[in-house]
């Protein structure tokens, strides 16, 4: 009996270290729960932050995709106006240094 009763303390005394560990773990995991409820409420906060960014770009794509086609058609117009503008160049210059073609035709014969 008293052998049952020694063997019986050992195993209550590995059992108590075995909570106290389990204990241990548990108060652990309690932070790490804590640490995660938190870092998941900022991870929600963050997801709202970046849709309502999101939404902004979209509407910022949305008001280019209307802009392009008015640029496109500046940029062709400044194109039209330089080709009309080299070509008024070109005569004024033949008309200064070509001066005898007043001679045979109008003010400017080009």
């Not at 773990?25 to 999101?54: C, F, Q, R």
């Not at 280019?64 to 210059?93: E, Q």
């Amino acid at each position: 009996m008293a052998d049952v009763m020694v063997e019986m303390n050992q195993n209550m005394s590995s059992m108590t270290a075995g909570v106290s560990r389990m204990s241990y773990d548990v108060n652990s995991m309690k932070t790490s729960v804590a640490l995660m409820g938190e870092n998941i409420s900022v991870m929600a906060t963050n997801v709202g932050n970046m849709e309502e960014n999101l939404v902004s770009m979209g509407n910022s794509v949305e008001i280019m995709s209307y802009s392009i086609p008015a640029m496109t058609s500046a940029v062709v117009d400044m194109s039209a106006n330089l080709n009309r503008m080299s070509h008024d160049i070109l005569l004024g210059v033949y008309a200064f240094t070509q001066p005898m073609s007043y001679m045979w035709g109008s003010a400017f014969p080009m």
